[in-house]
Every structure is written in structure tokens, then in C-alpha cells.
């Protein structure tokens, strides 16, 4: 009897535990697209404010290359996507550089600073981008660091590049947010 007691017990652990992670992972969702973001300190470690945040939607681009090493690989191009605010309103489009640019032509090109590994499978890494430069002004430009975050997808495959692939682009879709800080 205390075994099977015992047994009944974890078992009601396990499913509290589990429909308790299901919660959160519902509420984190549900933050992003309410528009309440909060940047990992890591990737905010100026305690810059938030003054602009954006979904993405688009592609990054590969191109079948020899790295530096000499190996040939998928080498990051850049992205192509289109930028929507928290309505779902175009407002932008993201491509290489990696450059952010409004529909009014402001554009911001930003620089690689930090990066974290994406908490989602396949999912290009979350980034900490310092402002390189801006051009215009718009809603973008008064960006000092730019954050990705809340990444899906992305990541180029580890087959299919070749030499007898060599040149050939790969386009893989993705998602992910940006966060605008100043």
C-alpha cells in the first residue's frame, strides 16, 4: 500500500511539474507578444533602455564557400527579412550588414558584440549588436545596441555544401525579435 501511495504522489509531481513548465513556457510567450520583453542581462550589460521592439520574419542567407580554413561550408551571407511592430504592421526591412532600415529610408547598421546560444534547436544564436552606423533618421536611428532575441530557425544545414555545390545560396527561414536600445 505505501508503495503504490508513493507512486500515486510522484506521479502527481511529475504532471504538477510538467503542466508548470508548460505555464511558463505559454506566459514567456505570451510576454513577447504583448510587447513586454525582457533582455537578458547579458546582452544588455549597459542597462541601456528599451525604446523600440520589432518582430522579424524573412531568411538568412548562406552561400556554399570555402571558410577561412579552407574548408567548404555554408558561410553566412546575411538576413533578408521584413520588419513588423507589435500590431503587425510593416515598419521595416533587416538585411546584410546586418542593417535595420524603416520604411522612411533611416537605416542603422549594427556590429556583432555579444552572442548566447539560442534556448530553441536550429535556432540562429541571440545577439548583442553595438551601432556601427547611422544614416537618415527614422524610426531606428537613434539605436546605441541592438539585441536579437527569441530566435527561431535559421541555422544552415552541416550537409549539402560541396564542392560541386560551391556558389549555390541556401535561404532558411526565421524568426526572431529586435530590440532597439538606447
Given amino acids: ?42 546582452l544588455n550589460p549597459d542597462k541601456l533602455s528599451i525604446f523600440r521592439v520589432v518582430s522579424a520574419t524573412g531568411v538568412q542567407v548562406y552561400t556554399c564557400a570555402h571558410n577561412p580554413a579552407g574548408a ?25 550588414g546586418p542593417t535595420w532600415e524603416d520604411l522612411g529610408g533611416g537605416k542603422v547598421v549594427g556590429e556583432v558584440k555579444t552572442s548566447m546560444p ?10 548583442l549588436l553595438d551601432t556601427k552606423s547611422h544614416e537618415g533618421s527614422g524610426a531606428f536611428t537613434a539605436a546605441q ?7 527561431t530557425g535559421g541555422t544552415a544545414p552541416g550537409d549539402g555544401c560541396d564542392e560541386a555545390h560551391a556558389g549555390q545560396e541556401l535561404r532558411v527561414p526565421y524568426t526572431a525579435i529586435y530590440i532597439f536600445l538606447k
Fill in 1 to 42: 500500500m505505501i508503495i503504490f501511495r508513493t507512486f500515486v504522489i510522484l506521479a502527481r509531481l511529475t504532471a504538477m511539474l510538467a503542466a508548470g513548465t508548460f505555464l511558463l513556457a505559454a506566459a514567456e510567450v505570451a510576454t513577447a507578444k504583448d510587447g513586454v520583453v525582457e533582455v537578458p542581462a547579458a
Fill in 72 to 96: 567548404t561550408g555554408w558561410i553566412l551571407k546575411g538576413p533578408d527579412a521584413q520588419l513588423f511592430d507589435p500590431q503587425n504592421k510593416p515598419v521595416g526591412k533587416h538585411y546584410a
Fill in 118 to 127: 539560442a534556448p530553441v534547436d536550429k535556432a540562429v544564436p541571440w545577439l
Fill in 145 to 151: 545596441a541592438i539585441v536579437r532575441m527569441a530566435t
